[in-house]
């Protein structure tokens, strides 16, 4: 890329990320309520979300071969565990990937 290249790159970038962060706020300002549907979505995307995490990390796991999915049931336990606890899903989820890199990396 040329000098010119990647100023305009950057420069779009930097709009791009300011857009994002500003327009919430000129679309939803203070004083308005906020939509019904937005509370909606601000209640079933998070866990809907967390689901396809779940499916997307345990679609190739094979309880016939390998390790048989011990690691990821360790791991999912753990991620329970830590949930109910501390009703934190960064510390959850956080807790259950360095569970299953230690399990996998000095166990299995």
Same mark, same amino acid.
């Given at each position: !890329?040329?000098?010119? @290249?990647?100023?305009?790159?950057?420069?779009? +970038?930097?709009?791009?990320? !300011?857009?994002?962060?500003?327009?919430? *706020?000129?679309?939803?300002?203070? $004083?308005?309520? +906020?939509? =019904?549907?937005?509370?909606?979505?601000?209640?079933?995307?998070?866990?809907? +979300?967390?689901?396809?995490?779940?499916?997307y990390c345990l679609k190739n796991v094979?309880? *016939?071969?390998?390790?048989?999915?011990?690691?990821?049931?360790?791991?999912?336990?753990?991620?329970?565990?830590?949930?109910?606890? =501390?009703? @934190?899903?960064?510390?959850?989820?956080? $807790?259950?990937?360095?569970?299953?890199?230690?399990?996998? @990396?000095? +166990? *299995?």
């Amino acid at each position: !890329m040329t000098v010119t @290249q990647e100023i305009i790159t950057v420069a779009m +970038v930097v709009l791009a990320t !300011m857009l994002t962060r500003f327009i919430p *706020f000129l679309i939803f300002p203070e $004083g308005k309520p +906020v939509p =019904k549907y937005v509370q909606y979505l601000g209640k079933v995307l998070p866990p809907a +979300v967390f689901g396809l995490l779940i499916i997307y990390c345990l679609k190739n796991v094979s309880i *016939f071969s390998g390790s048989h999915g011990i690691p990821e049931l360790i791991s999912i336990i753990l991620v329970i565990v830590l949930h109910l606890w =501390k009703r @934190q899903m960064l510390l959850s989820i956080a $807790g259950g990937t360095v569970c299953y890199m230690l399990l996998v @990396q000095l +166990v *299995f």
